[in-house]
């Protein structure tokens, strides 16, 4: 196994068990539309929400100046995660505060070494981030913040409101709480709910997202 060239597919599941070694409690969410771009993981922690792109051996930096762009903008902190073949020059490819992690073959599996661990992300925009979540997310948290309810207006007129209103050291714990409760099983019909409770037309179509909790 050493020395092999790694996809994507060999580095996935492996990184997950050392997100869970590394974070504790954390929730992995795949494969999710950030912008134009799609993030292959988002690592929810407490109060912290990492996002993470996976540059395999077999993999190019092609689109990778528009995906930091685009995680930059929703994600407290960022990673990305490199085969060994990417390990020499991946740092100009990324910011500064982004995060490193090298992905390597060795007897024992695959191994996980920490190049350059991420810090806060200077560009976050917290509306952004605050768009992760769906409308019912969004009214439970104005709800225990005991806010309005704002029946009446749109998701982007909510969260400016939302923003305005709470703290955001606050904030950042109850969004990475209802991402933490998330259910991919029911929140179709949990968002169906919220719409005719509020007077909308149901949606039609189900929901599907791939989800892996760990």
């Given at each position: 196994?050493?020395g092999?060239t790694l996809?994507d597919?060999d580095?996935?599941e492996?990184?997950?068990?050392f997100?869970?070694e ?6 992995v969410?795949?494969?999710k539309?950030?912008?134009?771009s799609?993030?292959d993981i988002i690592?929810?922690t407490?109060?912290?929400?990492i ?7 077999a993999d ?33 490819h990324v910011p500064?505060h982004?995060?490193?992690?090298v992905?390597?073959?060795s007897?024992r599996?695959i ?12 560009n976050?925009?917290?509306?952004k981030k605050?768009g992760i979540l769906?409308?019912p ?10 806010m309005?309810k ?5 998701k ?5 409101k ?11 714990y109850?969004v ?10 029911t ?7 919220y719409r005719?409770e509020?007077?909308?037309?149901k ?5 599907r997202?791939?989800n892996?909790m760990?």
């Amino acid at each position: 196994m050493m020395g092999k060239t790694l996809y994507d597919t060999d580095i996935r599941e492996p990184l997950f068990d050392f997100l869970e070694e590394m974070y504790g409690k954390v929730r992995v969410i795949e494969e999710k539309m950030m912008g134009k771009s799609r993030a292959d993981i988002i690592a929810v922690t407490d109060g912290t929400i990492i996002g993470i792109e996976i540059k395999s051996d077999a993999d190019t930096y092609a689109r990778l100046s528009r995906q930091v762009k685009d995680y930059d903008l929703f994600f407290d902190k960022n990673y990305v995660v490199v085969g060994k073949s990417h390990s020499m020059h991946v740092m100009e490819h990324v910011p500064e505060h982004w995060g490193i992690l090298v992905a390597e073959s060795s007897q024992r599996g695959i191994v996980f070494t920490v190049q350059r661990l991420p810090e806060n992300n200077p560009n976050l925009d917290i509306q952004k981030k605050l768009g992760i979540l769906w409308r019912p997310e969004l009214a439970h948290i104005q709800e225990i913040n005991e806010m309005p309810k704002y029946k009446d207006k749109s998701k982007v007129w909510v969260i400016e409101k939302i923003v305005q209103r709470i703290p955001h050291d606050l904030l950042r714990y109850q969004v990475t709480e209802e991402l933490f409760e998330r259910d991919y099983t029911t929140i179709a019909d949990r968002i169906n709910e919220y719409r005719i409770e509020n007077g909308q037309k149901k949606r039609r179509k189900r929901i599907r997202k791939k989800n892996t909790m760990k």
